[in-house]
């Protein structure tokens, strides 16, 4: 509505009337042609290899997993150039670096280069390390259009600049427009469309954004309630809309807005079923049904169906017993004295943060609050780890470290108090089936090593990849994959069970090996608490099924692909990995790891949290 407002009432200038098309940074006829349409540019911090000039060029495309085609491109490039790829950079040629850095082309090799390959990368989503810089585009100034786009004008406003106002702001610029006596019929119509549209937003708290803020810079709850939005903009009646923990990642103050327009859309004649842990939500619902008593194979039962003071009164409810239990206020207890060693952020701007100075003390549980919006992941993730990064990338001795990527101005010191660092970010585990819960949690290659040492391996000669679906323990007929597909058209496949090894990945003679009459694949069928059962004489799995089943995780099977976890589950599985990093002095940043968790879940997570404070 906005750019359809623009094209009725915009002023075009010096340049012939302006199409809808020119007016969109998605369309060749709209997008600045040097940024094409991002608003910024990206540079590539080459220092990390000058500072590495020690190196051979095979061995500086090693320190960046993203760069082994380059890598194995470099014979072609060493003929080409006559280089000597057993010698340093420091002692090959300019031509040779500057070639090895920015690129080359000629009849024998077409040598991208270091900084263009992975400026082509970012723009496929595939790198975004801290060697590249974003800086405004120098053409458009981060206006995204062309110049033909930005001239066209209401006032003196152009259509980037009224995207870059907050939604506050460009609700009161257009309802003045409406109110306007020189704006025409047709642009009131539209003016007022929007407006609407606007309140939508403004009414469930995002008021504070912009037209042209980046969706993969919300967070979690902002994103929620832009879903919500859309939603709230329909006209239908006698639907039924389905939320999958929609309060997930909001403040109190927020989940209360999100509520009160659930429940307009229930006033409209919808009917809404959301899934959600939250004790507000549980509180205002009509209608309750209550799964369990526990995960897994140890749930599916429906225990309570009614209202809310109904489903405190369940003697068998998992959830009734932890919502009696919060006035008991089973919470850490604050660790007292002070600390000297800090860590403190300086100059931190990214996003909408105010060139502020942050320290957090060190040995401590630390939180990070505040109402969606207002800067938690602004701080975390996009100043203070990829500061961290940097400075353990670098491996600098130093107590600073500057930032050179979305943060760059930033400061940060105190690192070399810390070990290292582990991010449990809200990204899933592994997309590919064939990570699995035994092979994230590394749990599979000690599982793998009893197998090896089992008298019929030795026999044979077996090794710990004989006992791996990923590679000479697959079935030869599926590639491990347990399934083949079919094709029953050009675009169309029919996946079944492999005929094979039924479903089972593993090659026969592999199945052939037992351990306490057991073959692997039986093992990855066991869910972690039979596994712990069955393991009891193994010490190394043992260690990590226990912090499995600690994290409330023991339902879940060994074999289970990753990408089938939800997403409290997956953050309970990063979490562990993270946890099996500890080196002491190590900081753990944990984006919001209650996600997706029951009251009892959090209970657990809490005792984990003490264990590693009292480290």
Do not use: W
């Not at 997930?248 to 809404?272: A, D, F, I, S, W």
């Not at 039979?530 to 193994?538: N, P, Q, T, V």
């Not at 997403?567 to 990093?581: F, H, W």
């Amino acid at each position: 509505y906005l750019r359809l407002l623009y094209l009725t009432e915009g002023e075009t200038g010096e340049f012939s009337p302006v199409e809808s098309r020119q007016l969109s940074f998605n369309s060749p006829a709209g997008k600045c042609q040097k940024c094409s349409g991002m608003g910024y540019v990206v540079d590539v911090d080459l220092d990390l290899f000058q500072q590495n000039s020690h190196m051979t060029l095979p061995d500086l495309c090693a320190l960046i997993p993203e760069c082994k085609p380059l890598k194995n491109q470099l014979s072609f490039f060493a003929e080409a150039l006559h280089a000597d790829l057993s010698q340093p950079l420091s002692r090959q040629p300019a031509l040779v670096v500057d070639s090895f850095l920015n690129g080359m082309q000629s009849q024998k090799s077409n040598f991208r280069g270091i900084g263009p390959y992975l400026v082509k990368l970012n723009s496929e989503d595939k790198y975004s390390g801290t060697l590249l810089h974003k800086r405004i585009c120098p053409e458009c100034k981060g206006d995204r259009l062309n110049k033909a786009g930005r001239s066209i004008k209401i006032g003196s406003v152009s259509l980037p600049e009224a995207s870059q106002y907050s939604i506050n702001c460009l609700h009161d610029f257009i309802e003045k427009l409406v109110e306007g006596s020189t704006t025409t019929e047709l642009g009131k119509n539209i003016g007022k469309l929007l407006i609407e549209q606007l309140n939508d937003l403004i009414r469930i708290g995002l008021g504070y954004l912009n037209l042209y803020r980046p969706i993969p810079s919300l967070s979690g709850g902002e994103y929620q309630r832009l879903k919500l939005a859309a939603l709230l903009q329909g006209t239908m009646e006698d639907m039924v809309i389905i939320a999958d923990e929609p309060l997930t990642g909001l403040h109190p103050t927020e989940k209360m807005q999100v509520l009160k327009q659930m429940r307009l859309l229930c006033e409209r004649g919808n009917t809404v079923i959301i899934i959600e842990h939250n004790i507000e939500a549980m509180e205002r619902a009509d209608y309750i049904i209550d799964f369990g008593p526990f995960g897994g194979r140890r749930g599916g039962n429906i225990l309570y169906e009614g209202s809310f003071s109904g489903l405190l009164l369940c003697d068998q409810s998992i959830t009734a017993q932890y919502i009696n239990k919060i006035s008991e206020k089973s919470q850490l207890q604050m660790i007292q004295g002070n600390t000297a060693e800090r860590l403190l952020i300086k100059n931190a701007h990214a996003n909408n943060l105010k060139n502020i100075d942050v320290s957090i003390p060190l040995h401590k549980l630390v939180g990070i609050t505040g109402v969606s919006g207002s800067g938690k992941s602004s701080l975390i993730a996009k100043t203070l780890v990829p500061l961290l990064e940097k400075y353990f990338l670098n491996g600098q001795a130093e107590n600073t470290c500057q930032a050179e990527d979305t943060c760059q101005g930033a400061e940060l010191y105190g690192a070399c108090y810390l070990a290292g660092y582990a991010y449990v970010s809200q990204y899933p585990v592994g997309r590919n089936n064939r990570s699995t819960v035994a092979t994230y949690t590394g749990v599979l290659q000690h599982v793998q090593a009893v197998f090896a040492k089992q008298d019929q391996a030795k026999e044979y000669h077996y090794q710990l990849k004989d006992f791996s679906f990923h590679s000479a323990g697959a079935c030869k007929c599926c590639g491990g994959t347990g399934s083949i597909q079919t094709a029953v058209s050009e675009e169309a496949f029919m996946e079944s069970k492999c005929p094979e090894c039924n479903g089972s990945r593993y090659d026969r003679k592999i199945l052939q090996i037992k351990y306490k009459d057991r073959n692997i694949a039986e093992i990855m069928g066991m869910t972690i608490d039979e596994a712990m059962e069955f393991f009891d004489a193994e010490k190394k799995i043992q260690a990590v099924l226990c912090e499995l089943e600690a994290l409330g995780l023991g339902y879940l099977t060994l074999g289970q692909p990753t990408p089938t976890l939800s997403g409290g589950e997956a953050q309970r599985i990063k979490l562990l990995k993270a946890l099996s990093q500890d080196k002491g002095n190590m900081l753990y940043l944990l984006d919001e790891p209650t996600i997706g968790l029951g009251l009892y879940d959090i209970y657990n997570l809490n005792m984990i949290l003490k264990r590693l404070i009292d480290k």
